[in-house]
Nanobody
Framework: QVQLVESGGGLVQAGGSLRLSCETS??????MGWYRQAPGKQRELVAT???????NYADSVKGRFTISRDNAKNTVYLQMNGLKPEDTAVYYC????????????WGQGTQVTVAS
């Protein structure tokens, strides 16, 4: 049974920081990442990380957010610094399997609210 559980969201002032965590279980994942969805908006990519530690970031968060992964703990993190009001969204953990087939799994989401 695959499970992804996010935590660490909350309310912060602009310029503040948060660290999101996503604990996974039930499978070994290839790529993992974070997406976000604001009200009335489509879900968008924030950052991705392969099992080999290759990273990719949305242009809007480069230099402010850092994705990392602890394979021993089956956990992926998103360190968010210099938060802006436009970062306000529900943040979702994402994980991908390849074997036996490519499948995408999502966590339940954690709310991040940044006050101006």
């Amino acid at each position: 049974q695959v499970q992804l559980v996010e935590s660490g969201g909350g309310l912060v002032q602009a310029g503040g920081s948060l660290r999101l965590s996503c604990e996974t279980s039930g499978s070994i994942f290839s790529d993992m990442g974070w997406y976000r969805q604001a009200p009335g908006k489509q879900r968008e990519l924030v950052a991705t990380l392969t099992r080999g530690q290759s990273t990719n970031y949305a242009d809007s968060v480069k230099g402010r957010f850092t994705i990392s992964r602890d394979n021993a703990k089956n956990t992926v993190y998103l360190q968010m610094n210099g938060l802006k009001p436009e970062d306000t969204a529900v943040y979702y953990c994402n994980a991908v399997t390849i074997i036996p087939t490519r499948r995408i799994y999502w966590g339940q989401g954690t709310q991040v609210t940044v006050a101006s």
